[in-house]
Nanobody
Framework: EVQLQASGGGLVQSGGSLRLSCAAS????????IGWFRQTPDKEYEGVSC????????YYADSVKGRFTISSDSAKNTVYLQMDNLKPEDTATYYC??????????????????WGEGTQVTVSS
């Protein structure tokens, strides 16, 4: 059974940083893309970032490009999202998810194969 456990959210001021972690079990990194969706307070879903080990590619939404960095630790079977220079508009519930790379690109949350419980990120002005 695939399980994804997200952690690392919190409350920060604008300009601050957080690092989210997603510990995966029952999943091999070469099976599909793994990354992050977020649900904003207006309930919109956005594919934030993902990584496909098999294809050797990464994706960042335009809204976070240059500020967020996705990385992985294969020994720990964990994916990270380093979030720097956070802005109030980054406030959202962040979900670790596994699915087709292209579904992240079009923010198709329902196209994900697996997802974990979210971790809340709140950025104050």
């Amino acid at each position: 059974e695939v399980q994804l456990q997200a952690s690392g959210g919190g409350l920060v001021q604008s300009g601050g940083s957080l690092r989210l972690s997603c510990a995966a079990s029952g999943f091999a990194f070469d099976e599909a893309a793994i990354g992050w969706f977020r649900q904003t307070p207006d309930k919109e879903y956005e594919g934030v970032s993902c990584w496909s080990s098999r294809d050797g590619i990464t994706y960042y939404a335009d809204s976070v490009k240059g500020r967020f960095t996705i990385s992985s630790d294969s020994a720990k079977n964990t994916v990270y999202l380093q979030m720097d220079n956070l802005k109030p508009e980054d406030t959202a519930t962040y979900y670790c998810a596994v699915g087709p790379f292209e579904q992240f690109l079009v923010s198709h949350w329902l196209g994900m194969h697996y997802w974990g419980e979210g971790t809340q990120v709140t950025v104050s002005s």
